[in-house]
């Protein structure tokens, strides 16, 4: 039982991660139909720009080391106006073009941004602090060590990722619930052309959308670094499970890809723990093969709803 | 008048393709007499060009399923370890000859695809995307995992075919692959041609651009859905066969997500919809790479340490300036007839003393220079009947 609560644990917080950028890659695909395969890498070169940061070299120059959270707030800013800037120049030529076009458009980003990071600071895997202690009224939150929270433990890492994920989830319900701007968001996506009917800049929209899908997806970076290390292929196997928990919970449903990413996380974990030699005794199938386990249940899940948890089908105008 | 002109047009452009295929690349660097030629292919481009011609051959595949039949795949990867290890297996495990694996990979690929094509049915879109590419992640995965059937990671070598003791002292190991792999490419193509201009192919298309209307016309929705996945990875099975021959091996970490990807990529960059894109996107993306060399000679650092940062760019570049691909650019090309350019061409080639037999007659330019054509000079129309471009 408590290795079993503890795998819950550390799958919720990997599934955290999963879905931060599983929600990055929603928020773009519902507004503009493209899968975002530059996702991951996006969110793995601001986890550089915040290494740069906080290491205190700034593209080979000395600077004063910073502090983790000032780091981050700066990282966010520069990961926003990077999405801005990658909408505006890359994205905003095709648009409206043929969506393989534009995947592949992306995929030509997540090449350029995965070699230039690995020629700028090396194939070395690099340690990324985790986030350092915070001390509140004598209760001490981040840092290192476990809490204890009856029949099993949770490290501070996973709790502080899952408290920001939380708090950006919150956020962002927020922002598109009760704000003008997320309003206009939501109705873009909807539909375009009555968005822009009703005067709202749609071409500021999708700027926008790119800029917080960025952002979204630097925390998810700036929270898996850490576990799994700095180096440039390190989101790959985040975005793919990323891609998998945003089908999973319904490509258009931010909702969704939160659940999805849980989900998966959990599920990877409690395979990977559940199907070793000591519980399953068959040689067909073990733990090396828990991603094929969870994709079969992404795969199971779509086949009896083929738009995801979450997702709302489609209808089609004859 | 007109009908032959085009036809010999055509046996011209053939012939010097026939040329260029089956003679200069296989050959031109081990005949003496080419040595003054600049284009010479020697035993590393004869192997680019047979990694062309199975590129090409996946490509043609995936592009009969995601640009005729409207169905993504990130999967393909799979369907060519599929072709690969059975041709390998057979051979390294069975002592079967290689030229009897090829097919036999085909068909048990194609039976793989029909396999996948059934719950393929039920998803579009992203959800088919990711759900195939779920199929490329596992792949090298079941393949380690199995190692009593794929002998895990430490993959199977298998002999290259020699060249049969008939052509003995003619080809040379690396011709001989690359004429197994054209020939074979070209056998490819002509089916996939065959496939798209029959009633298969039209009905691709049309359950591509309306599922409904399709239905409405009678086409069986699910059966063609199915059967372009299972024709699909036929040819990725026998491009996965093919491989086998080609490099002499297979292992679990020669299909990962990448190769899968890149398979998509190579189809949309080459054109959807297009047999001309698949072959274009193949060579395209063998070829790219080669910017680099000829980057590097200028002493550009991104060169050498970032070759991806080349080849991104380059994609987002193709994709930009070409919405339809290469193929689509081509097509473009051949419309494109601007009448000042081809007028100045025709004078200037009237002026050098050359008989040019134009559609139309030169009209005086103001200099008065150019000759008016002898009155016995056929005018027939442009062969494509553009009446945009002959109206001036």
Redesign the interface.
């Known amino acids: 039982m408590e290795l079993f609560l503890q795998q819950v644990m550390t799958g919720l917080a990997t599934g955290s991660v999963y879905g931060l950028v599983a929600l990055a890659i929603v928020l773009i695909?519902r507004s503009t139909d493209v899968?975002n395969?530059a996702q991951g890498e996006m969110a793995m070169f601001t986890t550089f720009f915040a290494w740069m940061l906080i290491d205190g070299s700034f593209l080979g120059f000395h600077i004063h080391p910073l502090h983790f959270w000032i780091a981050f707030a700066l990282t966010l800013v520069f990961a926003a106006t990077m999405g801005a800037l990658l909408e505006r120049i890359?994205i905003r030529?095709?648009e409206g073009?043929?969506i393989?076009?534009?995947?592949?458009?992306t995929?030509?980003?997540?090449?350029?941004?995965?070699?230039?990071a690995?020629?700028s600071w090396g194939g070395i895997p690099k340690a990324f602090p985790a986030p350092p202690e915070i001390h509140v009224t004598g209760i001490t939150f981040f840092g290192d060590g476990a809490l204890d929270i009856g029949p099993t433990v949770i490290s501070y890492h996973d709790l502080t990722i899952m408290v920001v994920a939380v708090g950006i989830m919150l956020a962002l319900y927020v922002f598109f619930q009760y704000t003008p701007i997320g309003l206009a968001m939501r109705g873009t996506a909807q539909n375009p052309v009555a968005a822009r009917l009703m005067g709202i800049h749609v071409g500021n929209i999708l700027t926008l959308g790119w800029a917080l899908s960025a952002l979204v997806g630097a925390v998810g970076g700036m929270m898996i670094a850490p576990l799994v290390l700095l180096q440039p292929p390190m989101m790959m196997g985040v975005l793919?499970y990323a891609?998998?928990a945003?089908?999973l919970g319904g490509?258009d449903s931010p909702p969704g890809a939160v659940v999805g990413g849980l989900t998966l996380g959990i599920v990877e974990n409690l395979v990977g723990t559940y199907t070793t030699e000591e519980y399953l005794h068959v040689d067909?199938?073990?733990p090396?093969?828990k991603?094929?386990a969870a994709?079969?249940v992404?795969?199971l899940v779509?086949?009896i709803r083929?738009?995801?948890l979450f997702g709302r089908r489609a209808l089609?105008r004859? | 008048m007109l009908r032959p002109i085009i036809a010999r047009r055509k046996l011209l452009a053939f012939a010097l393709l026939a040329f260029f295929l089956f003679y200069w690349i296989p050959f031109s660097h081990v005949f003496p007499g080419w040595g003054p030629f600049p284009l010479q292919f020697g035993s590393y481009r004869v192997f680019q060009a047979t990694t062309i011609a199975m590129w090409a051959i996946v490509a043609l595949g995936l592009n009969l399923l995601t640009g005729y039949n409207g169905q993504i795949s990130l999967g393909h990867g799979a369907f060519v370890a599929v072709g690969g290890y059975t041709a390998a297996i057979l051979m390294f495990d069975h002592g079967w000859p290689f030229w009897a694996t090829i097919p036999v990979a085909g068909f048990m690929t194609g039976t793989v695809g029909f396999l996948v094509g059934v719950p393929a049915l039920r998803l579009t879109g992203p959800y088919l995307a990711i759900a195939t590419l779920a199929l490329a992640i596992s792949t090298p995965q079941i393949l380690l995992k199995y190692e009593g059937l794929t002998h895990g990671s430490q993959g199977i070598n298998v002999n290259s075919p020699p060249p049969p003791a008939v052509l003995d002292g003619v080809l040379n190991q690396t011709q001989w692959l690359y004429f197994l792999a054209l020939v074979i490419a070209i056998i490819m193509t002509i089916i996939a041609w065959n496939i798209v201009r029959s009633r298969v192919g039209r009905a691709f298309v049309a359950i591509r651009d309306s599922e409904i209307a399709a239905q409405a016309m009678g086409i069986s929705v699910p059966r063609f859905k199915t059967m372009a996945f299972a024709i699909s990875a036929f040819f990725a099975g026998v491009c996965g066969a093919v491989y086998v021959q080609v490099i002499g091996f297979v292992s679990p970490r020669s299909f990962d997500v990448l190769q899968s990807i890149n398979y998509l990529t190579t189809v949309v960059v080459g054109g959807l919809a297009s047999i001309l894109g698949s072959i274009l996107g193949a060579a395209a993306f063998v070829l790219v790479p080669e910017i680099n060399g000829l980057l590097d000679q200028l002493h550009l650092p991104a060169a050498n340490q970032a070759p991806g940062v080349i080849y991104g760019a380059s994609l987002i570049l193709v994709m930009i300036l070409m919405p339809y691909g290469l193929a689509g650019f081509i097509h473009r090309l051949t419309r494109l007839q601007p009448p000042l350019v081809r007028q100045s061409l025709i004078d200037f080639a009237q002026q050098i003393g050359l008989r040019v037999r134009t559609a139309r007659s030169a009209p005086d330019r103001g200099s008065g220079a150019a000759p008016t054509p002898p009155k016995d000079v056929r005018t027939p129309r442009p062969p494509d009947g553009d009446k945009g471009s002959s109206s001036s």
């Open positions: 695909y899968i395969f890359v030529p095709v073009r043929p393989l076009t534009i995947v592949i458009v995929l030509g980003l997540f090449s350029i941004f995965n070699n230039l690995t020629w793919l891609f998998a945003a089908v490509m067909w199938f073990g090396e093969m991603l094929t994709l079969v992404i795969v779509l086949l083929p738009t995801g089609r004859v």
